[in-house]
């Protein structure tokens, strides 16, 4: 005879289910919608000073030995000063914005990704594969200190960041395959050569850029000219503009030219070799290499 097997009591069914409930939840990845600031060392707090705020026009404020400068309302920068013992990288993290901060800490931990720095005042930090520091930054959070944007400022828009890769897979893994970014553009200094790869957040327009040519041993500028950060602008005669109503000095001041995205550029360096790229938003000749598959960024952060 055939037994009927009782039903699960009603406590262990719905703990059961709110379990289940919960696991989905934690599969289910938060919007990721743009970046939130770039960090970098500095051996000369001073001369950083002179150039993030009076070069670049940055307003700025410090706080607990950082120091931001304000590119606008959601987008900073921060300079730190350079530890003991120095990092051969004068990039020390990168930070993306997310609708939800807390939800995104719990769904990396259910994918076994180690929480470096907990989540506290709307952001949290992890390392990605080959040892970025990375933080995701709630979108409405207020950040303490954050000086308003000066009238000054040469771009009011990060519309991306790169830094030296050596294991495009293991890099894919975290940023494609768990976080979402998508391809955006990829292209090199020689057709048919990848030097550079673009992945773009997956709710914004803004970009991490995969630097892959580097060599076993680089030096201190090529470091620098890998990681690097990028200011956006509709037109890059209104930086140069800018740049020489700050008094910037020097040949790169007013130095433009066209990248292999179809993109005009301006580069400057940092005191520690960190490069700016100055980038306007829109292509004005056909991009090498690939075609350039995600959405234009613009004056307005798209969140």
């Not at 004068?90 to 994918?111: G, I, P, Q, S």
């Not at 773009?200 to 030096?219: F, K």
């Amino acid at each position: 005879m055939r037994r009927i097997r009782p039903f699960l009591p009603l406590v262990t069914l719905l703990s059961l289910l709110l379990s289940v409930s919960g696991f989905a939840r934690s599969q289910q990845r938060p919007a990721i919608t743009g970046i939130a600031f770039v960090r970098m060392y500095t051996a000369d707090p001073a001369a950083s000073a002179a150039f993030y705020g009076k070069t670049l026009g940055f307003g700025h404020a410090e706080s607990k030995g950082i120091t931001r400068y304000s590119v606008n309302d959601l987008q900073w920068l921060e300079v730190e000063a350079l530890p003991t013992p120095a990092p051969a990288s004068r990039l020390a993290a990168v930070a993306f914005t997310t609708r939800d901060a807390a939800a995104l800490e719990r769904y990396l931990k259910a994918h076994n990704v180690t929480i470096e720095q907990p989540l506290a005042h709307g952001a949290f930090a992890v390392h990605d594969p080959e040892g970025n520091l990375v933080y995701f930054v709630q979108q409405d959070a207020k950040v303490p200190g954050l000086p308003v944007t000066s009238p000054d400022a040469t771009s009011h828009r990060i519309i991306h960041t790169g830094f030296m890769v050596k294991d495009p897979a293991a890099e894919d893994h975290f940023y494609k395959d768990l976080l979402g970014f998508h391809p955006n553009w990829h292209g090199g200094m020689h057709e048919g050569k990848t030097d550079w790869v673009s992945l773009q957040v997956p709710e914004g327009s803004d970009w991490l850029e995969y630097m892959l040519e580097a060599g076993p041993n680089p030096s201190a500028h090529q470091l620098g000219v890998l990681n690097h950060f990028s200011l956006g602008t509709t037109h890059m005669s209104d930086v140069v503009a800018a740049l020489g109503r700050n008094h910037c000095e020097g040949p790169n001041c007013t130095k433009s030219q066209m990248g292999k995205d179809g993109k005009v550029q301006l580069n400057l360096f940092d005191p520690d070799l960190t490069r700016v790229e100055y980038m306007e938003f829109l292509p004005t000749s056909t991009p090498c290499c690939s075609p350039i598959l995600g959405k234009a960024p613009t004056e307005i952060e798209d969140r």
